[in-house]
């Protein structure tokens, strides 16, 4: 153990005794069942939280500890909710129907799934995998091709879902911007402007103004669309047109992936804002 | 110092980021907050069934327990919502870790608003299986679930009685952690192919990912995140858990902004020293 997973175990393991001393003498917490429970949950919080200085017993208590749990509560739910309601009761408990034969079948597909870990007969899995695999892929494409792919291409490229004048404004200047960043050469080819800030606050200022005049958005996405899109395209040299249209989708691609961890941070900031009123308000009662 | 800057240890950002929860939680500052069009679009909707005596709305828990703080005060909001205008509600889970979050959110507002289980309620329970349960339910509601969690026969409740199928319910919110309503159930089999009106809450990361379907209309509405449920609350004018949170929420945005902000501009310091130091490069 190195010196500061020893300051870790050591830090977070006297914040959570001393604390918890002092709730349970303030007479804050009982020594009941709740109350354990409180105790409980705010010790394994702040040995997983442990972590964030540095790795150390405490948190790989803690990791094997919610693993196990998790594990098992999933396990006992499954086992009530599905296994005994769905498959024990009804082939062997209840009178059984015909209905109830048909789950014979899906039952033993399902048992030489789990004979994987054997070896001698692990091959029986390949059967059940097969018919995950089939069905899987099956019941997927149709519903995939229609929900992912074709009902977003209506929207983005149709004027009659949503288009209005301004969009077609947007679209003439953005083609236009493009071919002047193309011709705006450097010497050696390569069009500098397309490599400057010059067209990342351009298209701040349109998307602004899009924003704030509420109208002009479906030709930015379809832009974005159709940039992104040639940027991944890589059997053709993105250079000259090709290159600066590539260029635009870079931009689209980089405020994407800005969007995403802003909405990212937001996401794991509420979750810690969660554990933190648990530990202010129900371990520590200062709320 | 520059360079200190530059690589300041993480441990340090961590410790900033506590100071500012723990001081925004303990001393907040109300901030105004105002609700969005595609939070106001699932408001709307709930409020339009108002007055339908047969309005039921599915609503679906797809979240664990790690993402409750951004999604269980939204859920408890449009329960009490649709229990407050007489809408029954139905309850369904596709992840078996919200089986718990799920008959709290119930009980809370089944409580609150004075609603019957069996006669204006239902839970469901867990059903394994995802797009299998959602093609079951669209080709017959009682063969997916037969009996509820407490084992009450579905033909039987009056909440669920007259549906027959998923098209039957008027309304579809899927509180959702993963990925239930793009990619694997709601969207690609609920809607495309039994046209059932869907409204989505999901987690903060996953958000960027349904403002395609918001704009092609595959998705009527969308609660994104804490923020999302803030708003809500605002709605339905109930301050809550989610609107207290808001609060360290934007006080840690403004930290974070400040060390993207320090970080560049030592970036750009860093980056005309060593021109200055070599100007041949």
């Known amino acids: 153990m190195t010196t500061s997973s020893r300051t870790a175990t050591i830090l977070f393991a006297s914040v959570f005794f001393v604390l918890s001393i002092w709730q349970l003498v303030a007479g804050k917490l009982a020594f009941d069942g709740p109350g354990l429970g409180t105790l409980t949950a705010a010790g394994i919080t702040l040995a997983l939280f442990s972590f964030l200085y540095e790795d150390n017993p405490l948190f790989k208590i803690a990791e094997h500890l919610y693993v196990g749990v998790a594990l098992g509560y999933v396990f006992t739910l499954v086992w009530y909710t599905t296994l005994l309601a769905d498959l024990v009761q009804p082939l062997f408990m209840n009178a059984r129907t015909e209905r109830a034969l048909l789950l014979v079948v899906p039952s033993i597909l399902g048992i030489m799934m789990v004979v994987r870990i054997v070896p001698k007969v692990s091959w029986l899995s390949r059967i059940s995998f097969a018919w995950v695999v089939g069905f899987g892929a099956g019941i997927s494409v149709t519903a995939n091709v229609s929900a992912q792919l074709l009902e977003q291409i209506y929207p983005t490229l149709a004027p009659g879902a949503g288009w209005e004048p301004l969009d077609v404004v947007f679209l003439v200047t953005g083609a236009v911007l493009i071919l002047l960043g193309f011709f705006l050469l450097h010497g050696d080819g390569e069009p500098t402007v397309m490599h400057s800030w010059v067209g990342p606050a351009l298209l701040t200022l349109i998307f602004a103004f899009s924003f704030f005049y509420d109208s002009g958005m479906a030709a930015l996405i379809l832009m974005g669309v159709c940039a992104v899109l040639v940027y991944f395209f890589f059997s053709v040299e993105h250079s000259g047109v090709v290159g600066a249209v590539a260029r635009v989708g870079i931009w689209f691609l980089m405020v994407a992936f800005g969007a995403s961890f802003g909405f990212t941070i937001m996401a794991r900031i509420s979750l810690l804002i969660g554990r933190m009123r648990f530990l202010l308000g129900d371990w520590l009662h200062l709320l | ?281």
């Not at chain 2, 909440?159 to 008027?170: E, G, K, M, N, P």
């Not at chain 2, 579809?172 to 192919?193: K, L």
């Open chain 2, 1 to 281: 110092m520059v360079d200190r800057l530059l690589n300041i240890d993480r441990r340090i950002v961590f410790l900033f980021v506590f100071i500012g929860v723990t001081v925004a939680t303990l001393w907040p500052i109300l901030l105004p907050i105002r609700p969005t069009e595609n939070v106001r679009k699932i408001y709307d909707t709930i409020e339009g069934l108002k007055g339908q005596d047969d309005a039921v709305v599915l609503v679906s828990f797809d979240y664990d327990p790690g993402s409750a703080p951004e999604l269980q005060s939204g859920a408890i909001n449009i329960l009490r919502q649709c229990m407050r205008n007489d809408i029954k509600v139905v309850g369904m889970a596709l992840w078996p870790d919200a089986v718990g979050l799920a008959e709290a959110a119930f009980d809370s507002a089944a409580r609150a608003c004075n609603k019957v289980y069996g006669k204006d309620w239902t839970f469901l329970g867990y059903k394994p299986g995802e797009a299998s349960v959602i093609i079951n339910m669209g080709q017959s509601f009682r063969s997916a679930f037969a009996q509820d969690i407490r084992g009450t026969s579905t033909a039987a409740m009056e909440v669920t009685r007259s549906i027959r199928t998923l098209s039957d319910f008027d309304y579809v919110i899927s509180f959702a952690a993963g990925n239930t309503i793009d990619r694997t159930v709601w969207i690609p089999y609920a809607v495309d192919r039994y046209k059932v009106k869907l409204g989505g809450a999901v987690t903060a990361v996953s958000s960027p990912d349904m403002f395609p379907y918001l704009q092609s209309g595959q998705l009527n509405g969308l609660l994104s995140g804490l923020a999302g449920s803030a708003e809500y609350e605002t709605l339905v004018n109930a301050p809550g858990a989610a609107m207290r949170g808001l609060v360290p929420q934007s006080a840690v945005h403004v930290i974070i902004i400040l060390f993207i902000v320090l970080g560049n501009a030592m970036y750009f310091v860093q980056r005309r020293r060593d021109r200055t130091a070599r100007p041949w490069v």
